[in-house]
């Protein structure tokens, strides 16, 4: 199983961008990398997911270098409401593997 | 769609005791997967199901644990006898193939 570094925490302001990166270097060529966010007393949720170069939705960015040994979720102009635990996951999503670690995680604390 | 079900969402009980936990995922998912979570190991993966058959469940910490899913509706993770150190919280996730995890509200179990 490809596993994650992440830092363990993040502090940022209202309006900022904020970057998390993380690392996976020991990631195989079927994984896949996707981001959750989770709030407390709540399940995950998908944030994003991607392979390779840069992936953006309506609430995130995910870049990935050509190496894809690491990857970086980006969040544009955060809120209050950003405040959370953010995951890393490496895995693959055939019919034959299917099992995602989740690693410690990233607590981002938005204040004003 | 009401997302994936759990139940109950907070359980406390008394050490030796039987404990089940029951999931409904979504429907049209064919892969089902419960998670434990504590401050201590973060969130672990114990078993996941795709089809209704077990494929890995090398995550489950010993033989007081076991996990069932007798229809594509309803899933059971159950703790016999139950020990303090298992309390956390248990997640159901369920997903279509190839695509994102959704996670249930979770079940606070608390064991004294």
């Known amino acids: 199983l490809a596993k994650t570094t992440q830092p363990i925490s993040m502090d940022s302001y209202e309006g900022q961008e904020v970057n998390i990166t993380c690392s996976h270097n020991?990631?195989?060529?079927?994984?896949?990398i996707t981001w959750y966010q989770q709030f407390p007393s709540q399940g995950p949720r998908f944030i994003i997911q991607?392979?390779?170069t840069k992936v953006t939705n309506e609430v995130a960015s995910l870049f990935i270098p050509a190496d894809r040994k690491s990857s970086t979720l980006s969040l544009p102009r955060v809120s209050l409401s950003d405040t959370a635990v953010y995951y890393c996951l490496v895995g693959e999503f055939t019919g034959g593997g299917n099992k995602l670690t989740f690693g410690t995680g990233t607590q981002l604390k938005v204040e004003l | 769609d009401a997302g994936v079900i759990q139940s109950p969402r907070h359980e406390v009980t008394e050490m030796g005791q039987e404990v089940t936990l029951r999931c409904k995922p979504i429907s049209g998912h064919d892969y089902l997967f419960w998670y434990r979570q504590t401050m201590m190991r973060g969130l672990e993966l114990l078993i996941y199901?795709?089809?209704?058959?077990?494929?890995?469940d090398s995550g489950m910490p010993e033989d007081r644990f076991s996990a069932k899913m007798p229809n594509a509706s309803f899933s059971t993770l159950k703790i016999q006898p139950s020990e303090p150190r298992d309390s956390a919280v248990y997640f159901c996730a369920s997903r279509s193939s190839g695509d994102k995890q959704f996670f249930g509200p979770g079940t606070r179990l608390t064991v004294l």
């Open positions: 020991n990631i195989a060529t079927n994984d896949y």
């Open positions: 199901f795709n089809n209704n058959v077990p494929i890995d």
């Open positions: 991607g392979y390779k």
